[in-house]
């Protein structure tokens, strides 16, 4: 179902008390907001998952996994899989984000395989994807991105698709202070559903919840987000300050 969604994505940032006291902030300063049909998440590394979902019980805050194994167990050193997030009361998993696609070497084919662990363990996917600045530059955008999607998430059958949540990231844009213009962003959404409609049908495409990320700010978060196809963000750096999340959340 498609909801408005502000999701921090913590990355590498945090120990434990840093992580139980964000969570604390966010759950206070978003108390009296009327968040109706909005969904607000953040996303600890796998440490700090139990603690964070300890502070965030009883609250509107959803705590949520950055990446998991596509295999269900076995000799995987230092990896975690869907079953176990699941075990621990995670509902839902980050796949395919940019720094998983460039540092640790995740390609599509391997990005497949995770979504279908994902949901085959019942997690719900927020799924990224974006183009490089020369993709960007040399207009090939569009085509990069309907690759993407295709190769990672056109194998599934209609309904799996209530459990996906798109984040549109382009590459460029992440953690750069740069971001896409709300036209750019606007121009991107619009295609995606478009995509989504013709390899589908128009109820996947209007239910799906696709989410802006890269470098928004609490001053151009009400700006991206007023764009008709965003549905949210996926927020990197201006999630780690209470004040810079909330006002983002406020944005939408
Ligand atoms: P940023 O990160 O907001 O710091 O650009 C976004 C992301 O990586 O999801």
């Given at each position: 179902m498609r909801h408005k969604i502000v999701a921090g994505n913590w990355?590498?940032?945090?120990d434990s008390k840093e992580t139980k006291t964000l969570i604390k902030g966010v759950r206070k300063s978003i108390k009296k907001l009327s968040l109706k049909n909005t969904?607000?998440?953040?996303?600890?590394t796998f440490v700090n998952l139990t603690a964070g979902l300890k502070k965030a019980k009883k609250s509107k805050v959803e705590v949520i996994a950055q990446?998991?194994?596509?295999?269900?167990?076995?000799?995987?050193?230092?990896?975690?899989?869907?079953?176990?997030?699941?075990?621990?009361?995670?509902?839902?998993?980050?796949l395919g984000h940019s720094?998983?696609?460039?540092?640790?070497?995740?390609?599509?084919?391997?990005?497949a395989e995770k979504v279908n662990a994902a949901l085959e363990s019942g997690l719900e996917i927020i799924f990224c994807f974006g183009e490089l600045l020369e993709d960007r530059k040399s207009e090939n955008h569009f085509t990069v991105v309907e690759n993407q999607l295709k190769n990672a998430l056109f194998h599934l059958e209609p309904i799996a698709w209530v459990n996906i949540v798109l984040a549109y990231e382009p590459v460029w844009a992440i953690g750069t202070g740069e971001t896409a213009t709300p036209e750019q962003a606007q121009e991107m959404h619009a295609f995606i559903r478009d995509v989504l409609a013709k390899k589908y049908n128009t109820v996947v495409a209007e239910n799906t919840s696709i989410l802006y990320g890269g470098s928004v700010k609490p001053n151009n978060a009400q700006e991206i987000f007023s764009k008709k196809d965003v549905d949210g963000g996926l927020i990197g750096g201006a999630s780690l300050k209470v004040e810079d999340f909330t006002e983002i959340i406020k944005a939408i």
């Open positions: 990355k590498m940032h945090n969904r607000v998440i953040v996303a600890p990446n998991m194994h596509q295999a269900k167990s076995g000799a995987f050193t230092g990896e975690v899989s869907a079953s176990m997030l699941k075990s621990i009361g995670i509902q839902t998993v980050i720094e998983r696609r460039t540092l640790f070497g995740e390609t599509d084919v391997i990005l």
